[in-house]
C-alpha cells in the first residue's frame, strides 16, 4: 500500500490557494482546499494543515501511515527542512518530503487527469520557481519540458498588472477583467498601446519588463509609472467603471490571447499530436481556453478542474507517483472533498431549532425543479464537496436562466458583487448543442461556447456567450436528473449554476456554512442533502 500527500501553498504571503490531497496506490481518493477549511479565501502563506488532517481522516490512516508527502516548489532555498519541522510539529512526525518544480507540477496535473496518451501541455502563470510559462510534451506518460519562459516574461504578469492598473485584486480578480472584456470595443490607440507592453510574434511573445516592478507586497502597485504616462491614472477600487476601462479590459484579453495562440503555434509546428492540455492560473481564462480550441491546431482539449495553484497538490503527487514506478488509476471527478450525511444535516439543523422538511430523492428532485421554474433562488449542497475554484452541482447556488431578471437579482440580492459578472449554465450534454454553438464537452466550466438561442436571459453574457458546464449522468447523477426534470417542466434542460457563498468568502463547505449565506441573503429555499428549509415569506 503506498501513499502520497500532495500539498500546495506555502510559508510565504505570495503562496495563494493551498489544499492538500491523498494518493492511494495511484488514485485520487481525497482532497480539498484549505480556504473551505479555515474560511479565508485564498488562504496566502499557509501549509494546509486542515486539508491533510481531513485527508488522513478520510482514508481511516495516520500520518505515520503515508510514504511521501509532494511539494510543488523546488526552488525555495530549506523548504524540504522546513516542511519537515512543520509536520514534525503539527503531526508528530514527517514523511519523507520531495519537492516537485512548480510548473512540472501544473503540467502533470494537466495531463494525468486527461485521457490522452500523447498530447502538448502548455502551463502559464504569474510566477513558480522562477519560471512563468513552459511548454511541454508527453507521450506514454513521459513529459518533456521544450520551452521555458522566466519571470518576469510571464502572460500572467502582464494579464495581472492590467487587473491592478483597473482597480481589481491582483492575482485573485483577473477573471473579472475577463468578463469587464466583453463590454468593451475595439480601439485603435488602446491597441497600439498594447502593443508596447507585450509584442507577440508567430510563435512566441515577449512581455516589456518596463510596464512592471517589483514590490514587496501585493497591497503595492506592481505596474511602473509607465503604465500610468500610456493609459492615464489608474482606477481605484470604489470609483466607477467606465468605457474607457471597459476598452482596456478589452485590448488586454485579446492581446493575451494572441500571446497564448503563439505559444500553440510553436508546439504544433514541431510536435504533431492536436491534444491540448492547460494549466497554470491563467488557463482560468476560459475565453482564451476556447480561442485555442477554436484553432485547426487542436481537436481535442483539457483543462482540469483545478488549473491554479491548488491543484498543484495533484500535480506534485501525480508527478511523484510517476517518478517512483506507482502506476496512476485515472480519477477524473471533482468531488473528493467532505460529504455530511443526512443525519448530520438533522443534527445541525435541530440544534439551531429551524424549521424543515425532508423528501425522499424523487420527491425532491420534482419539487426543486419546479420551485426553480416558479423564480426561487435554491441553495443546493449535496454530497462530497468540489475540489477547485468553481460550483460544479455539489455547493451552488441554483436558479431559472429563463428569467430576464435573474442575473440582476442574484448579484445585488444574494453574491452583493458587480453587475457585469455573469453567472454560468449547467445543462445535460445530450441536448446541449441545442442551445450553444459548437459546443465540446465541458464538466468544469472552463470553456465559453456562443449561446444559440435568445431566451436564455440570465446566463448569456453582454457578447452573446456563455461559460458552460456540461452534465452527464455518471458525471453527478442527481444534478443531472435535477437538469432534466427542469427541462421536462420548462422544455428547456439548462440551469443558472453559481457557487454558494458571497463574494469575498470561500464557496461553503458545511451545512452549517450554508445555512449561515441562506440567513445572510435573499435566497428563497436552501436544501441540505434531502432536507429543505423555506423562508417564512415564501412558505405555501
Request: contains cysteine; proline residues 4%; neutral net charge.
Amino acid at each position: 500500500m503506498a501513499y502520497i500527500i500532495g500539498i500546495s501553498g506555502g510559508f510565504r504571503q505570495g503562496n495563494l490557494d493551498p489544499s492538500a490531497i491523498l494518493l492511494k496506490d495511484g488514485e485520487l481518493i481525497a482532497g480539498v482546499e484549505e480556504e473551505r477549511l479555515n474560511r479565508i479565501k485564498h488562504s496566502p502563506g499557509f501549509i494546509p494543515r486542515r486539508s491533510i488532517n481531513f485527508c488522513l481522516s478520510n482514508a481511516n490512516i495516520k500520518i505515520r501511515d503515508v510514504d511521501y508527502v509532494a511539494y510543488h516548489h523546488s526552488t525555495y532555498e530549506g523548504t524540504e527542512e522546513e516542511l519537515k519541522n512543520y509536520f514534525i510539529y503539527n503531526f508528530g512526525m514527517s514523511p519523507k518530503i520531495v519537492c516537485v518544480n512548480h510548473h512540472e507540477a501544473h503540467a502533470a496535473c494537466s495531463y494525468f487527469l486527461s485521457d490522452f496518451k500523447e498530447a502538448n501541455i502548455i502551463t502559464i502563470d504569474f510566477s513558480g520557481d522562477n519560471i512563468c510559462t513552459t511548454l511541454n510534451t508527453a507521450v506514454q506518460n513521459q513529459i518533456k519540458r521544450e520551452v521555458s519562459y522566466k519571470t518576469p516574461n510571464s502572460l500572467g504578469i502582464f494579464y495581472s498588472i492590467i487587473t491592478q492598473y483597473l482597480g481589481f485584486q491582483i492575482l485573485t480578480d483577473e477573471y473579472k477583467v475577463m468578463g469587464l472584456s466583453a463590454y468593451g470595443k475595439q480601439d485603435k490607440s488602446i491597441e497600439n498601446s498594447f502593443a508596447d507592453i507585450l509584442k507577440v510574434n508567430h510563435d512566441s511573445y515577449e512581455f516589456n519588463q518596463e510596464y512592471f516592478k517589483e514590490g514587496s507586497s501585493l497591497q503595492q502597485s506592481l505596474f511602473s509609472n509607465k503604465l500610468i504616462e500610456l493609459f492615464g491614472d489608474n482606477r481605484k477600487d470604489h470609483e466607477k467603471i467606465t468605457q474607457r476601462h471597459m476598452d482596456i479590459a478589452y485590448g488586454a484579453q485579446r492581446v493575451f490571447e494572441r500571446g497564448c495562440e503563439s505559444l500553440l503555434n510553436y508546439l504544433s509546428s514541431r510536435f504533431s499530436t492536436k491534444n491540448l492540455c492547460l494549466s497554470g492560473g491563467a488557463s482560468m481564462n476560459c475565453v482564451m481556453n476556447s480561442v485555442l480550441l477554436s484553432s485547426k491546431k487542436v481537436k481535442d482539449i483539457f483543462i482540469p478542474n483545478c488549473p491554479g495553484d491548488s491543484g498543484n497538490s495533484i500535480g506534485a503527487a501525480y508527478s511523484l507517483a510517476n517518478r517512483i514506478g506507482v502506476k496512476i488509476k485515472k480519477n477524473k471527478s471533482p468531488f473528493i472533498g467532505p460529504s455530511f450525511s443526512n443525519q448530520e444535516i438533522k443534527r445541525d439543523l435541530e440544534k439551531i431549532k429551524l424549521n424543515y422538511q425532508f423528501l425522499e430523492e424523487t420527491d425532491l428532485i420534482s419539487f426543486v425543479a419546479q420551485e426553480i421554474n416558479n423564480g426561487k433562488i435554491i441553495g443546493w449542497l449535496q454530497g462530497k464537496a468540489e475540489f477547485g475554484p468553481r460550483a460544479l452541482g455539489n455547493r451552488s447556488i441554483l436558479a431559472s436562466p429563463l428569467d430576464p431578471n435573474m442575473k440582476d437579482k442574484i448579484n445585488s440580492n444574494i453574491k452583493f458583487r458587480e453587475g457585469f459578472r455573469p453567472f454560468a449554465p449547467s445543462v445535460i450534454m445530450e441536448e446541449a448543442d441545442k442551445y450553444f454553438k459548437n459546443i465540446y464537452p465541458t464538466p468544469y466550466m472552463n470553456l465559453t461556447f456562443e449561446v444559440k438561442v435568445d431566451y436564455l436571459h440570465a446566463i448569456t453574457h453582454v457578447d452573446k456567450s456563455a461559460r458552460v458546464q456540461t452534465v452527464t449522468e455518471d458525471y453527478n447523477p442527481l444534478y443531472y436528473k435535477l437538469i432534466k426534470k427542469f427541462g421536462e417542466i420548462t422544455g428547456v434542460p439548462v440551469i443558472l449554476n453559481t457557487s454558494l457563498n458571497i463574494m469575498g468568502q470561500p464557496i461553503v463547505c458545511t451545512p452549517k456554512e450554508a445555512l449561515t449565506v441562506f440567513g445572510a441573503t435573499g435566497m428563497d429555499i436552501l436544501v441540505l442533502g434531502n432536507y429543505v428549509l423555506k423562508k417564512s415569506a415564501n412558505s405555501n
